[in-house]
């Protein structure tokens, strides 16, 4: 059995993963899939939001998940199909303001990741190189993504860390 065409893209906020991500989907010359995590809470949401559609362009279908991703790249991977997932740590705040068991749904992810079919890459914030920060909730936050982005890479033959719109490659080489 071959490796999966999977990339786990992480960068801190501007730092260019969604647009390098956008960039290994679109190279792959295939049908593009967007599923988009965010929910939209007020205007200023909503303004980055139709920001990004802007930027990706056309030839993009867009699939808005906030809670089922395993369930939606599932239905949405396919040979020959590029998928994008932005963002990971979106959906991680979609799960805990839901209450939901997020042991259990990166469990559920992380299974899925390694028989997904064509390309799937995923973006997601690197929240692990700040301070610490000064309350429960987000200090929970922080160490579910540090254990996400963990999980994910462990199964990801490619993980990427954009700083200032440059790729590092910390596991793999450019696809």
């Not at 990004?52 to 808005?64: A, L, N």
Request: hydrophobic letters at 45%.
């Amino acid at each position: 059995m071959s490796a999966p065409d999977l990339t786990l893209v992480l960068g801190g906020a501007r730092s260019g993963k969604s647009r390098y991500a956008e960039g290994l989907v679109t190279a792959l010359g295939g049908p593009r899939v967007y599923i988009a995590t965010a929910r939209i809470w007020d205007d200023e949401m909503a303004e980055r939001v139709a920001a990004h559609c802007g930027d990706r362009g056309p030839g993009w279908t867009t699939v808005e998940e906030p809670l089922d991703l395993t369930g939606a790249l599932r239905r949405h991977a396919a040979d020959g199909t590029g998928v994008l997932v932005d963002c990971l740590t979106l959906w991680l705040t979609n799960l805990l303001m839901a209450e939901a068991d997020v042991e259990s749904q990166t469990a559920a992810l992380v299974a899925a990741l390694a028989g997904l079919p064509g390309r799937v890459v995923l973006v997601s914030n690197e929240v692990g190189l700040g301070i610490v920060p000064d309350n429960a909730l987000a200090r929970r936050f922080r160490d579910h993504a540090g254990r996400l982005h963990q999980a994910v890479a462990a199964v990801a033959p490619r993980v990427v860390l954009t700083v200032a719109g440059l790729p590092i490659f910390a596991k793999g080489n450019a696809p």
